[in-house]
């Protein structure tokens, strides 16, 4: 961004303060000598001045908010500091540690970043967008803090979420940072600990709920319609039925998303697909048993019918070779307590506890989406071994202490043999001195490089094609190496460049789909790397 303003405005505005790293010639013509000590220190000094700030703090949540001070005083900084160093950072301004945030949102609070909407606003959503000072917004990621991770109903505390999530877009896709907006959709909260809490800050009242919930979501997706009609909207943490209805009335309309549902379908199913690599078994061979019913499961199995149909399968064919189990057994047609998006899963089959269903269906891959910490027990993971060699396991539960099991029980409870992927980051671990480096299966991995391909290609929708050939791409980029150490995913060091490739995959099937506004470019993936945000001076 050119330069414009002086003097201290220039140290005060975090889209273009360098601090010390501004240089000689910058300060005389900034007027910002004298308001700078002497040093001109290089970026790569100053992330080296951040980190050690850091790692000097003793909690997590601390290092959260050091962090988030520095984006908004020097972005550049925080952008390049995030880059250089996403396994230790990643955590800090995302998953686990933004649950924390979000808990303690009222009371960390200090610079107000992003967009809120409340009841109130009924009738002036388009008006008071026109108070968002900028005007090519691409990437708005809204949740109303129903279900923020597994934490339950945050309200406007939630907001810390939609914050991250475009901070990882940017860190990890490079999309503009002025191109994004996080939105809290404020309509209230039920959470009656919060609603006493005499510093919460978002509107103090029970939750909107019904048609006048709805209609509050349809009177914003219209005004973004017509101020930014070129922006995808990223749905998130909305609580199961709701997140479900949106995703139904938006998703063939405009350019939308809901990331715990097709985000975590995405990331699951190209863990699958680097499994089969391991097993050497074929992927359209594949029986798959979900333990959870919710949103996240049903989410991959809905994309897994279609990676199934890809490979030759009719759509009935799809849907029995995968099966739920939730906290009532197995999901069975005649259970009577089963929600919408259960029934097309919900098979002609005897009712049976999840021990007698994993031995009966005998399933080659297992995945947990619970919430329910330890329900991957020693016996099942021993069921599992009994019919598979080698079983694949995937506790996808977060944050980590709510994980199925965890990576060192897997590995303990199949002898070494389990292909295991979790939701939250596991360290190594060392059985009978092999050491495994199991895969975290993390939406960053998927969702910003979508996010950049449907941008690019100014996509109008986001069907499941997309999200396939995501989840294909991001497969093939897992080499040998991972592989051999027992990680179904690449590193995340290496996310830029995963990014980049999903991105141009993303957008060439976009192209080939005809569900563009523009026409495809012959450079398409240079002129994607070109688009990519680089923070440096
Ligand atoms: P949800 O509330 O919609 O669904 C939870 C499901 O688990 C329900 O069907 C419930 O019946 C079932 N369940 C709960 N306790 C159980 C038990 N003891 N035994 C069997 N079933 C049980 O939640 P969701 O949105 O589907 O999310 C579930 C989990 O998945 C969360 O912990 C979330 O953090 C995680 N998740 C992970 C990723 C990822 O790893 N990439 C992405 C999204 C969600």
């Given at each position: 961004?050119?330069?414009?303003?002086?003097?201290?405005?220039?140290?005060?505005?975090?889209?273009?303060?360098?601090?010390?790293?501004?240089?000689?010639?910058?300060?005389?013509?900034?007027?910002?000598?004298?308001?700078?000590?002497?040093?001109?220190?290089?970026?790569?000094?100053?992330?080296?001045?951040?980190?050690?700030?850091?790692?000097?703090?003793?909690?997590?949540?601390?290092?959260?908010?050091?962090?988030?001070?520095?984006?908004?005083?020097?972005?550049?900084?925080?952008?390049?500091?995030?880059?250089?160093?996403?396994?230790?950072?990643?955590?800090?301004?995302?998953?686990?540690?933004?649950?924390?945030?979000?808990?303690?949102?009222?009371?960390?609070?200090?610079?107000?970043?992003?967009?809120?909407?409340?009841?109130?606003?009924?009738?002036?959503?388009?008006?008071?967008?026109?108070?968002?000072?900028?005007?090519?917004?691409?990437i708005?990621?809204?949740?109303?803090?129903?279900?923020?991770?597994?934490?339950?109903?945050?309200?406007?505390?939630?907001?810390?979420?939609?914050?991250?999530k475009l901070?990882l877009y940017t860190?990890?896709a490079?999309i503009?940072?002025?191109?994004c907006?996080?939105?809290?959709?404020?309509?209230?909260?039920?959470?009656?600990?919060?609603?006493?809490?005499?510093?919460?800050?978002?509107?103090?009242?029970?939750?909107?709920?019904?048609?006048?919930?709805?209609?509050?979501?349809?009177?914003?997706?219209?005004?973004?319609?017509?101020?930014?009609?070129?922006?995808?909207?990223?749905?998130?943490?909305?609580?199961?039925?709701?997140?479900?209805?949106?995703?139904?009335?938006?998703?063939?309309?405009?350019?939308?998303?809901?990331?715990?549902?097709?985000?975590?379908?995405?990331?699951?199913?190209?863990?699958?697909?680097?499994?089969?690599?391991?097993?050497?078994?074929?992927?359209?061979?594949?029986?798959?048993?979900?333990?959870?019913?919710?949103?996240?499961?049903?989410?991959?199995?809905?994309?897994?019918?279609?990676?199934?149909?890809?490979?030759?399968?009719?759509?009935?064919?799809?849907?029995?070779?995968?099966?739920?189990?939730?906290?009532?057994?197995?999901?069975?047609?005649?259970?009577?307590?089963?929600?919408?998006?259960?029934?097309?899963?919900?098979?002609?089959?005897?009712?049976?506890?999840?021990?007698?269903?994993?031995?009966?269906?005998?399933?080659?891959?297992?995945?947990?989406?619970?919430?329910?910490?330890?329900?991957?027990?020693?016996?099942?993971?021993?069921?599992?071994?009994?019919?598979?060699?080698?079983?694949?396991?995937?506790?996808?539960?977060?944050?980590?202490?709510?994980?199925?099991?965890?990576?060192?029980?897997?590995?303990?409870?199949?002898?070494?043999?389990?292909?295991?992927?979790?939701?939250?980051?596991?360290?190594?671990?060392?059985?009978?001195?092999?050491?495994?480096?199991?895969?975290?299966?993390?939406?960053?991995?998927?969702?910003p490089?979508?996010g950049?391909?449907?941008?690019?290609?100014?996509?109008?929708?986001?069907?499941?094609?997309?999200?396939?050939?995501?989840?294909?791409?991001?497969?093939?980029?897992?080499?040998?190496?991972?592989?051999?150490?027992?990680?179904?995913?690449?590193?995340?060091?290496?996310?830029?460049?995963?990014?980049?490739?999903?991105?141009?995959?993303?957008?060439?099937?976009?192209?080939?789909?005809?569900?563009?506004?523009?026409?495809?470019?012959?450079?398409?993936?240079?002129?994607?790397?070109?688009?990519?945000?680089?923070?440096?001076?």
């Amino acid at each position: 961004m050119e330069i414009k303003k002086k003097n201290f405005e220039v140290l005060h505005n975090g889209s273009i303060n360098k601090s010390v790293g501004f240089t000689k010639k910058e300060r005389e013509a900034l007027g910002l000598r004298g308001l700078l000590p002497y040093s001109i220190a290089s970026i790569e000094i100053q992330v080296k001045r951040v980190m050690s700030g850091i790692r000097r703090k003793a909690y997590d949540i601390e290092r959260y908010i050091l962090l988030s001070s520095l984006q908004d005083r020097n972005e550049k900084l925080f952008y390049k500091v995030t880059i250089d160093h996403i396994e230790e950072i990643m955590p800090l301004i995302y998953t686990p540690t933004v649950g924390q945030a979000c808990k303690e949102f009222s009371h960390i609070f200090r610079r107000s970043k992003g967009f809120y909407i409340t009841p109130e606003d009924r009738g002036d959503i388009s008006t008071i967008l026109n108070n968002w000072p900028e005007n090519d917004i691409r990437i708005i990621v809204i949740t109303d803090g129903q279900r923020i991770l597994g934490l339950g109903d945050l309200g406007a505390n939630g907001m810390g979420i939609p914050i991250g999530k475009l901070a990882l877009y940017t860190a990890c896709a490079g999309i503009l940072p002025h191109q994004c907006l996080p939105v809290m959709l404020d309509v209230g909260t039920n959470n009656e600990e919060i609603l006493n809490d005499e510093m919460y800050l978002g509107y103090p009242h029970k939750r909107l709920q019904g048609e006048d919930y709805f209609s509050l979501v349809e009177e914003f997706v219209q005004a973004i319609q017509k101020k930014y009609p070129k922006a995808l909207i990223q749905f998130e943490d909305f609580l199961t039925p709701n997140a479900y209805k949106l995703l139904h009335n938006y998703k063939d309309k405009i350019l939308c998303f809901n990331d715990d549902i097709q985000g975590t379908a995405a990331v699951a199913l190209s863990g699958v697909y680097a499994s089969t690599r391991l097993t050497k078994l074929k992927f359209s061979d594949l029986r798959i048993m979900f333990l959870g019913a919710g949103s996240a499961a049903t989410g991959i199995a809905d994309l897994m019918v279609a990676a199934f149909q890809s490979e030759g399968l009719t759509e009935d064919e799809a849907r029995k070779r995968l099966w739920f189990v939730d906290i009532d057994g197995l999901v069975v047609s005649s259970r009577t307590n089963l929600m919408p998006h259960n029934l097309p899963y919900a098979h002609d089959a005897n009712q049976l506890n999840f021990i007698e269903a994993i031995d009966t269906i005998q399933p080659h891959v297992l995945i947990g989406a619970t919430g329910a910490p330890g329900t991957f027990t020693e016996t099942v993971v021993k069921h599992m071994c009994a019919i598979n060699e080698k079983p694949v396991i995937f506790a996808l539960s977060n944050p980590t202490s709510r994980a199925e099991c965890t990576a060192e029980q897997a590995y303990q409870w199949s002898d070494g043999k389990a292909i295991f992927a979790s939701g939250s980051p596991f360290g190594k671990v060392i059985y009978k001195n092999k050491v495994f480096y199991p895969g975290q299966g993390n939406n960053a991995y998927v969702f910003p490089g979508i996010g950049l391909g449907c941008i690019i290609a100014e996509a109008k929708i986001i069907p499941d094609d997309l999200f396939l050939t995501a989840a294909k791409t991001l497969a093939n980029l897992v080499d040998e190496n991972n592989l051999t150490e027992g990680a179904l995913y690449p590193k995340l060091t290496q996310i830029r460049m995963l990014s980049l490739e999903i991105a141009t995959a993303v957008a060439e099937k976009a192209y080939e789909l005809k569900i563009t506004k523009n026409e495809k470019p012959d450079n398409l993936k240079q002129i994607i790397k070109a688009y990519m945000y680089d923070p440096c001076y």
